[in-house]
């Protein structure tokens, strides 16, 4: 007859890299309101940070299929920017940018990807893999914003909000099928 051991089980350690609590800004945001207002000054500078990065991005692709997709985003983008601003003005507030640490992150990673492939096909999947970056980014963006304004009751902020998403959306799968029709394959 096998005897089993039991054994003693110790609980779990504690992470010893918990840190305090991170301080809150003197400017930090104290409702939804401020978060909203925010997140919306964040996403205008990142729409138009972009405005100016596509255009390097489209110069730099080599399939047409792409440079057609890039070139269709720059005037989604220039709308997206404008209903950024009918947001501002539903708002009472005047537009204004805010440094967006992750687009601009981003953009510097499509920057660095550009200049460590050749140009052809390697280049362009790195060009899509940015850009789908990108585009994740603003899909969980302007996802975020949309339920803010919701509960805001911030209705036409939350319309063009949810057009824009619905854009970026369209892009990510334009850019997915790009990569898929061969592109990628040739890259290899």
Known sequence: METKTATKKTPAKKATTAKAKTPAKKN????LEDLFEDAL????WAEKALLKA???MMKNATSEKLKQGIDK????????VERLEECFKALGKKA???KCDAMQGLLDEGKSIMEETEPGAVRDAGI???????????IATYGTLAAFAKVLKE???LKNFLSTLEEEKKCDE?????ADTNLNSKAM
């Open 96 to 98: 204004q940018a805010k």
């Open 155 to 157: 209705e036409e902020c």
């Open 73 to 80: 985003h720059i005037t989604e983008t220039e709308g997206h």
């Open 28 to 31: 930090a945001a104290k409702s």
């Open 41 to 44: 000054k964040d996403i205008y």
């Open 128 to 138: 899509i893999a940015a850009a789908q970056k990108v585009e994740h980014y603003e």
């Open 174 to 178: 334009l850019l997915t099928k790009v």
């Open 54 to 56: 596509l255009p390097a």
